[in-house]
C-alpha cells in the first residue's frame, strides 16, 4: 500500500507529505545508513504498522553527510542507489585573505584620477 496523505497506520495517520526522505516510492521499505553499511527496513501498512528487521544491502565508505540531510539517493523502485564517494586525495581549497583590500585593488589596477 503506497503511503499518502490520509493514510491511516494503526493509531497513526500520515496528516501531510513532507518529503521522501530515506523511503522508498512506494512506502514498503525505508533506508538509512549505519556507519559503512547501508540498511533496509520492510514496511507493511495495514491496520497496524509492522517493520521488519533490518537487513544490510552493501557495505562502503562513501562521504558523510550533514545532520538530517542524506548524502545518497534511492531510485523510485528502490534497486539503485546514488552515494556521494569520499575523495581523501583532493586537495583542500585554499582560502586567500587580503587585509585592506581595496588598497590592494588601487595599487594594482591603478586609475587616472
Known sequence: MPLKQGTTLGHY???ELIGKGGMGERGDEIFYRQGTR????A???GSELTLAGPRVLFEGVFAE???GIPNYDVTSDGQEFVMVVQDD???VPQI???LN???ELKRLVPTDN
Open 89 to 91: 586525495s583532493a586537495a
Open 101 to 103: 583590500w581595496n588598497e
Open 13 to 15: 495517520e500520515i496528516l
Open 43 to 45: 514496511v507493511e501498512a
Open 96 to 98: 586567500n585573505v587580503v
Open 38 to 41: 547501508m540498511m533496509s527496513v
Open 65 to 67: 553527510g550533514q545532520i
